[in-house]
């Protein structure tokens, strides 16, 4: 492993000079109202504080979270990588390999007891031992495990870690389970999305070595900044969503003067994420924006809830493929059916026994 | 004819013989919330309809229009007017006679309301050539009552204001009070299925709920319908 590189390593090699270095820390101290000796204590911490160390684990994954945070612009991943945290073990992108990069999970393991960040993307298959996801000659879920054991927290990437994903779909061969359903006894930060916003994956990264602690988490285990609000919150869109203006078809004329996505099977308003502010690829697009509907990647088993371009669910308990409201509509008809026949049979019955009294 | 002899007039409370042909059963606060209560769930049933499958696009400037704001309005509204509804209905359970307290349980501890219930059973399947009277609910339609509207209520209401509390935001007191709801199902779109299903549950009780009140108002020679708005209930062939 390189030698330890500190706060003060990093400004330095960004070309600030000492005497700017104390120059920010006396400032910094005045402004905080911190006393005389506050300069100095500020100036110790960043020149003997430790990047914080991340572990970044490959399961049952596409890479596409990976893929998503390397296009990073605010911050730029490089800054994140090379300046925010210290990157000691990512297999897809690191230079070492085989033994010489399994070696350095079981250095940091030992020299940051409790103090690394461990990054997952993907999840751990559970079933037949686990044998569906190898890494490094033993199952992922064993590696998990124990790499678990001595973090402070764990970032559970994309919607793999967080809710299983497609792997996870049903009849999820493989057993593949996300994370919070495998480690028990860490907090856990999800940051759901297929893949996540590459801006959402180092703001989240960005707050935790800046604060040393997770962002404040909403019910699910996910950061309320980013999460807290769904899609059609924030929607563009949204003003023809309220007056009632939809696309009903591909190529009709709604859709070409951007209405409401909603029929076309849009989930923008039950999916939780920040696509419809924040955007993609540098605040260029998102999905809506680009005239198809949301499919709720970041959401709990959203391949499930097909189809993508219908409002209502299927449901697949019925062995056909049917919706809310095919099955009410069938059910109401059948309870109505038989509510005529009954009071058909009332009436039959009545007149019967009607004549019966007459004749008797 | 029905025999006038083998009229026994029953309570949910057991055989009881009620000797005045006109008995007081529903008080004022059990007709006016009956009546309110199914005005609202009418405007939900077709608000709700419309929201998971609204009404054909509308042309011009969006600023012109509010066609789902209006019906979505219009389901909140009807939605809340029901959850207060059912919270005083559920005191007057407490304060009201003890038909009020009906729709809230199904005595299955009583040997007598099994006995009542199959005999419910084989009148409706033309088994029974009388029925039996009662002064409130028979076990039949007290058990449907419970299961599929009190019940039913309930969880419309519970999943109703989860969904609600989506657009309210995390630190409404709608989300503090009801999401939980998304432990158990974390996507919210799951949430919305079950709550259309709910829908079609109630949209079959009230098919077979005025089915039976029109068929016993004739049938049984008791009132029904019109029992709901005077709060009488006349035995048609006592005393």
Known sequence: MAAIETFYDVIRRQGVTRRSFTKFCSLTAASLGMGPIGAAKIANALETKERTPVIWMHGLECTCCSESFIRSAHPLVKDVVLSMISLDYDDTIMAAAGHQAEAILQETKEKYKGKYILAVEGNPPLNEGGMFCIDGGKPFVEKLKWMAEDAMAIIAWGACASWGCVQAAKPNPTQATPIDKVIHDKPIIKVPGCPPIAEVMTGVVTYITTFGRLPELDRQGRPNMFYSQRIHDKCYRRPHFDAGQFVEQWDDESARKGHCLYKMGCKGPTTYNACSTVRWNGGVSFPIQSGHGCIGCSEDGFWDKGPFYERLTNIHQFGVEKNADEIGLAAAGVVGAAVVTHAAATAVKRIVSKNNDHSA | ?239
């Open chain 2, 1 to 239: 004819m029905t025999d006038i002899s083998r009229i026994d007039v029953a309570d949910s409370h057991g055989e009881r013989v009620v000797s005045q042909p006109t008995v007081y059963v529903y008080e004022a606060p059990v007709r006016l919330w009956h009546w309110l209560n199914a005005l609202a769930i009418l405007v939900l049933i077709v608000t709700g309809y419309l929201i998971g499958s609204p009404l054909p696009t509308v042309a011009g400037e969006a600023s012109q229009h509010f066609v789902m704001g209006y019906i979505r309005f219009a389901h909140f509204t009807a939605g809340q007017i029901m959850a207060v509804g059912f919270l005083l209905r559920g005191y007057w359970a407490f304060m009201g006679n003890e038909h009020s307290r009906q729709i809230y349980y199904v005595p299955v501890w009583r040997a007598s309301f099994w006995k009542e219930l199959a005999h419910e059973i084989r009148w409706y399947a033309f088994l029974e050539k009388a029925p039996k009277k009662y002064v409130g609910h028979n076990p039949l339609a007290q058990t449907a009552m419970f299961a599929m509207y009190t019940l039913m209520s309930a969880f419309m209401i519970v999943t109703g204001f989860a969904l609600y509390s989506e657009g309210e935001g995390a630190d409404s007191w709608e989300a503090k009070l009801f999401g939980w709801v998304f432990y158990i199902w974390p996507n919210s779109q799951e949430v919305h299925t079950w709550h259309h299903l709910g829908m079609y549950v109630i949209v079959t009780f009230i098919i077979i709920h005025i089915y039976a009140a029109v068929r016993e108002d004739i049938m049984s020679r008791q009132s029904i319908i019109s029992s709901m708005v005077s709060g009488e209930r006349h035995f048609k062939d006592g005393a």
